[in-house]
């Protein structure tokens, strides 16, 4: 697959719908990447079975609250700054750029940055989709060590962290991001092509610029809301969906603390029955309640879109009197392991419920 | 000089009086040392004149709040990794091991390191005292850089953090201190020969040793306040000193909080009159005032000994009660310039007063 300098639109309106309200609005990453891909050049975007076993592969990846991460422009040289300190502490050449997580600022500026570099981007992430914390990929769900992380701002500054314990690693990490300003670059997690193979959720990349399509396809045929499910179900992973809600916000609490963006938003449905839906999120969605009990809960994923465009709505463009539809999707297997569940499911979050997938909350 | 395992005592209640009331209880770091030393063998204490101009000299040191070092014993192991990380991001060998600070442990752990190291250990520091921030030395009053900082703790975790401002660097270290248990290892200003003889505060662990005994020696004669008082005026930097106040402690206020030991005590004189000292405090003593205005101020040093001992006592001892005598000694010249004072002088801890030596203040 290639990505076009054009295609980054309906690539980035499908990472945003990806990011199940995280992973930072995708406009400005957008705008960097197609920046990015003028001046150097559209960087392959290669399938995992093609990247040899013994490769290197870095991970570059944003980490902050995106609240503050969107009022934040990058230049890509702490991104540079990120990979040349890893190559010097892991001692090897970087050869492809893999991202983390495709939801959101994090899916474009790897492309962004394997552009900058002449480097081919792995059409892979460790996530299928955006989470809050750096260990929570399958990356490290299937055992690569999270060391050394390595982290930059803008002001040139570089950390470079090594525990052998991803929760340390990431409690560590966290505290410098927040004191070098809340937005910034990290590295983690190099890796080889066999850890790539085995471990990362495959053809995300692709699978977001379908998602992007599809939507803009149906705002000029059947709609938009349609159009995405209909490409959804006959996909690999998101293949269980479904609108759970269609309604207004009628209430909001979003508060940027402990370098997360946290709070809940309660929706009532538009056709006048009272109904009401509750979602709370950690950047990212976590869980979806009606009258009726549980709908959706992380790691599957709980989507807002305009429910005119199917514009995917990010939890810092929640507005109240917002008019969405709220859509659950299947996690790809990978993360409904009982390993995945203990690193990103429910508990992880501090929920009290427990997983349940949404082919089965939703009878589909 | 040479220090032997028994001249530890002495050395370490003489780093305990330079301390200013910081750089933690010696108790430990000097037990630690004299393990050190009998396991290793003693270290040379050599004159920074005996160093070559291209040696390479790396510091090692405790970061941390009193209140928590005091309840964590040290191994070693943490200052080897630190050290052995410096190696690797300086590309150097370390030759010298260079004290941060002759107040508290962070006297008595670097002649530990260069026992177990197998390395002499130079007699000087970047202090001639305690400070409780990291840039907060003559090596940066004079120039020299502050990156790489190397930081670990005893779960073997490290991280390395480079920034070309000392302030900077200082405030992400203190974080990540603050995240890995505020006490860790540190490592920072690696420096040539050439740089210890511009920047360094010379002969401070000699006289650390000094003032200790001097102590000792007065508890078997004239009494051991009179003979401290007279050894320092034979002292090259400590020379102007005066007991500025007797009495016993009648409020205490101490937190432990932003990576401090932060708070005031108040004295009242034992001669009835009723005559009060105020001395605030961050980690160290910071500024004594009594009724009739400023009596010492930082980088001036205040420090509190037991009035029949004169044993010193660190913030973390204070106890309401408590009879002490307050004696404040003149910072070696090198604290007191223009750069020295923008650095570590009232005004960098937030004080209203400006510096006033104190032979000007008690008209000595």
């Known amino acids: 697959m290639n990505l076009t300098v054009e295609d980054m639109v309906d690539f980035a309106r499908g990472a945003a719908f990806l990011g199940a309200g995280g992973g930072g609005d995708p406009y400005c990453g957008r705008l960097f990447a197609q920046q990015m891909m003028r001046e150097y050049g559209v960087p392959k975007v290669v399938d995992a079975d093609d990247v040899p076993d013994a490769a290197a592969c870095f991970i570059v990846a944003m980490l902050g609250a995106p609240t503050v ?21 892991t001692g090897r050449k970087v050869e492809y750029i893999l991202p983390a997580e495709v939801g959101g600022i994090n899916s ?10 002449g480097l081919p981007v792995i059409d892979a992430d460790g996530m299928g989709r955006a989470f809050p914390e750096i260990h929570m990929v399958t990356y490290h769900v299937y055992g690569v060590p999270i060391s ?14 090594r525990s052998a314990s991803s929760k340390s690693a990431e409690d560590i990490s966290r505290a410098v ?23 990362a959720v495959r053809n995300t ?17 059947d709609g938009p809301v349609d159009s995405l499910l209909d490409y959804l179900r006959t996909s690999a992973y998101y293949n269980k969906c479904a609108v759970i ?15 997360f963006s946290i709070g809940r938003v309660v929706l009532e449905a538009l056709d006048g ?7 709370r999120f950690q950047n990212e969605h976590l869980i979806a309640r009606d009258e009726t009990g549980l709908r959706a809960i992380v790691p599957d994923l709980i989507c807002m879109v305009d429910r005119e465009t199917a514009e995917p709505i990010t939890t810092e463009g929640l507005k109240y009197g917002q008019r969405l539809k709220i859509i659950g999707v299947s996690a790809p297997p990978s993360l ?17 419920e427990t997983f349940e997938p949404i082919e089965k909350l939703l009878a589909l």
Chains 1, 2 share one sequence.
């Open 69 to 89: 991460t969107i009022e934040k422009l990058m230049d890509g040289k702490d991104a540079d700054l990120v990979i040349d300190t890893m190559e010097q502490v």
């Open 108 to 117: 474009t500026l790897p492309i962004a940055i394997a552009a900058r570099r």
């Open 148 to 161: 050394p992380v390595v982290i930059a701002n803008d002001h040139m500054e570089s950390v470079v962290v």
């Open 177 to 199: 991001a927040m004191r070098m300003g809340l937005s910034v670059m990290i590295s983690a997690y190099p890796m080889t092509g066999a850890d790539v193979k085995r471990t």
């Open 205 to 221: 990349l692709s699978l977001a610029h379908g998602i992007g399509r599809a939507i803009a396809q149906g705002r000029h045929g």
């Open 245 to 259: 809600f269609d309604g207004k916000i009628v209430d909001l609490l979003r508060e940027t603390t402990h370098g």
């Open 273 to 279: 029955g009272g109904r009401r839906m509750d979602v």
């Open 336 to 352: 409904r392991t009982s390993e995945a569940l203990a690193c990103f499911g429910p508990q992880a979050f501090g929920l009290a």
